[in-house]
């Protein structure tokens, strides 16, 4: 256990390393990016050492992998945030650990959440996922709603009882106009917010970038960037 906590540390250092150079690159405080760490596949022990080492936010995408791993690590000081997408059956599971949720792309999602949320009297933070390899009316191939269609699940966020709008989530494309192109996507993600935020100030968390391009997510003003293979290693798939 003490190899993986020693391997963890020197993996959250180097990332650490080169957030802090990415913000100090692009003029940004260190202190306006904040890591959350994508744990999915790796077990609670894993994200018990990452808190020892002061990691404060978690990220999962699966339900059925994160809600055991929340159970059996509530005792500890984290914010889990659920990063996939998200079908409706799934909304009473997620809702009970899940302090927010940045995949939300569909009115029937937002129904289903806020419903639970006042049920579990719980305030849940969302972020609405752009596809920004999405036509207009479409949704993307990994989730998203296209950049027409957030003004208006937007002000469904923010009406919905138990919800608090937060802001924008994407994931780099895989095709269209900015496949190969992350720091022009996350640019045009940030675009998008600042739109968002004359009619919705308080909708100011901006979430993209990995471990491959979190350099140009901070560049183009991220506030949050989710890294999981740079901090936890590769994991071999099950099968």
Not at 23 to 40: F, N, Q, S, W, Y
Not at 108 to 129: D, F, H, N
Not at 207 to 231: C, I, K, W, Y
Request: charged share 25%; proline share 3%.
């Amino acid at each position: 256990m003490t190899d993986r906590k020693d391997e963890l540390a020197a993996n959250l250092a180097k990332v650490e390393d080169r957030i802090a150079a990415a913000c100090a690159a692009a003029g940004r405080a260190r202190e306006e990016v904040t890591l959350i760490v994508v744990t999915k596949t790796y077990p609670a022990s894993d994200v018990r050492m990452l808190s020892e080492l002061g990691v404060r936010h978690v990220a999962e995408n699966r339900d059925q992998d994160a809600a055991p791993k929340a159970a059996e690590c509530s005792d500890l000081p984290l914010a889990w945030h659920f990063v996939g997408q998200l079908q409706t059956n799934k909304v009473r599971s997620v809702v009970g650990y899940a302090d927010l949720v940045q995949s939300v792309d569909r009115s029937k999602l937002v129904t289903a959440l806020s419903k639970e949320a006042v049920r579990q009297e719980r305030e849940v933070g969302c972020l609405i996922q752009v596809a920004l390899d999405a036509g207009e009316g479409a949704r993307g191939e990994r989730g998203g709603v296209a950049p027409g269609g957030i003004e208006e699940l937007a002000v469904l966020v923010a009406k919905a009882p138990g919800l608090r709008f937060d802001g924008l989530m994407t994931v780099a494309p895989l095709s269209g106009e900015y496949e190969g192109r992350q720091q022009a996507a996350f640019e045009r993600l940030m675009d998008l917010s600042t739109d968002l935020r004359q009619a919705h100030p308080a909708a100011n968390m901006v979430s993209a970038g990995m471990s491959a391009d979190l350099e140009e997510a901070v560049a183009a003003g991220a506030t949050h960037v989710r890294v999981g293979t740079a901090v936890l290693g590769v994991r071999p798939r099950l099968g």
